[in-house]
């Protein structure tokens, strides 16, 4: 039996789409695919939900086609599909959207205007681009049920994630942890990784750096032949010194010990680092000069290799607290080993501040390693740095925290101080910043190595 195809006399996309589409459209198939497998097993699929405050861009088209090849795998095999579109109606973009339209700020929100303006403001906004969303859906072909989407500001929805919630909740599957999140003060919100990615979130600033000299407390027979022994760590955040737990090296590299002089200070020293970055804190045309010969203000340091060992090696040795202002309990201040340690810059050992980094946060977890956190006044567990950018005042602690686990002379002097110049209403990137301070408070220490400006 013979069967006539349509036949072209030419190659055209294009059109080819448009006589489908046209073909789906007008027996109404993407429907009838769902009718005519009612009663089957079914296949249930949830669109992740894009925001319609954009426009739909071609990685959408890309995702969405990957989505409709697996619903529509499953219906060819007899399943029900039912296919719900959804919308995402919550996220800062939208939030920052809004108040820049209206010329307002988060603190304006109940007094400027209403709560319940802010929202329809928002709901309003959310959607604009609803229409440019379903065309394209339309014109690529991707089946999913828009007619009926869920909506996450639709209470329906919050109601049945607080009851899901809930329900996971009675079976004793949450439990309280912390974790490592971005969180802007300017915006008074946390942040997720996909707005920490939109355009213009980062630009290029010159930051003060320092390379901190970490007092060994149980140093290797090698370290203890000249001066003091110290483990050098870079950092681009001296402001998180005053939080650093523990030091982390590499466990595939190998680090030296190296008798020297502070260059600062003037002071005989061992300092340990990665020998792959030996050249980088040492010139080499000092190599061959005799420690002997040195005198403070000498252009060349001289510098001399005495012992080399593989990361592991070091792990479990100790080292004094940098800046004693907060104890943060048994188990800090040791060298770990972390697989995410690198050569490429700073000293192959790397600075541990649980609070403030989620690499620090997870390798501190996997060791033991307390992160330093405080007692606010109403026992809340924090990190030094408040919701504003600012060094916790010592009001707004817990006195007996502050009593038995601060040295409060020390931290007196720093406590409110705000950790970025951008958060301080008072000082403009011209003036002096923490990291500078913190710095030059070291240098008077004899506690660092090196302060630098770094892109």
């Not at 079976?171 to 999140?181: A, D, E, F, H, W």
Request: aromatic share 12%; proline share 7%.
């Amino acid at each position: 039996m013979s069967k006539k195809f349509a036949e072209y006399s030419k190659f055209d996309l294009s059109n080819v789409n448009k006589e489908v589409l046209k073909k789906w459209q007008d027996g109404d198939i993407f429907h009838k695919s769902l009718e005519i497998r009612e009663g089957h097993p079914s296949f249930v699929f949830y669109e992740g939900p894009p925001s319609a405050n954009g426009m739909p861009g071609i990685h959408h088209v890309i995702a969405r086609s990957i989505k409709d090849i697996f619903c529509r795998y499953k219906t060819m095999k007899g399943y029900l599909v039912n296919r719900k579109a959804g919308w995402d109606t919550h996220g800062l973009p939208v939030e920052l959207g809004v108040e820049k339209s209206m010329g307002i700020t988060k603190e304006d929100i109940g007094k400027k205007i209403s709560v319940a303006e802010y929202n329809a403001a928002c709901r309003r906004d959310v959607m604009k681009f609803t229409k440019e969303w379903e065309d394209l859906t339309q014109k690529m072909g991707y089946w999913v049920d828009m007619e009926n989407p869920y909506i996450t500001y639709d209470n329906r929805y919050i109601e049945t994630l607080w009851y899901l919630l809930k329900e996971l909740y009675k079976k004793g599957l949450l439990y309280k942890g912390y974790t490592i999140q971005p969180y802007s003060p300017a915006a008074g919100t946390g942040l997720s990784s996909h707005e920490l990615n939109q355009p213009g979130c980062y630009r290029d600033v010159k930051d003060t750096t320092c390379t901190a000299q970490f007092r060994i407390l149980d140093p290797k027979p090698e370290m203890t032949e000249f001066g003091e022994p110290f483990f050098l760590a870079w950092t681009t955040t001296p402001w998180t010194l005053p939080s650093n737990t523990a030091l982390c090296v590499g466990p595939n590299f190998t680090y030296v010990a190296v008798q020297t002089f502070n260059p600062y200070t003037g002071m005989p020293m061992t300092v340990v680092l990665a020998k792959d970055l030996l050249d980088a804190h040492f010139n080499p045309k000092a190599a061959g000069l005799a420690l002997s010969d040195y005198k403070p203000g000498d252009k060349l340091i001289p510098f001399k290799v005495v012992g080399e060992w593989k990361g592991p090696e070091l792990a479990g040795m100790h080292y004094e607290q940098l800046i004693p202002w907060v104890n943060p309990g048994e188990g800090a201040f040791r060298v770990i080993t972390g697989d995410y340690v690198t050569v490429e810059d700073g000293t192959g050992i790397v600075h541990i501040a649980p609070t403030f980094g989620a690499d620090d946060d997870r390798v501190g977890k996997a060791n033991g390693v307390p992160p330093l956190m405080l007692t606010d006044k109403d026992g809340n567990q924090r990190p030094m740095v408040d919701m504003t950018g600012k060094f916790y005042l010592l009001e707004d602690l817990d006195p007996e925290f502050v009593q038995t686990r601060m040295n409060a002379a020390d931290y007196d002097p720093w406590q409110g101080k705000f950790v970025k110049n951008a958060y301080d209403p008072a000082k403009g990137e011209k003036d002096e910043t923490l990291d500078i301070e913190i710095c030059m408070m070291l240098k008077v220490q004899n506690r660092v190595f090196r302060i630098e400006k770094h892109v």
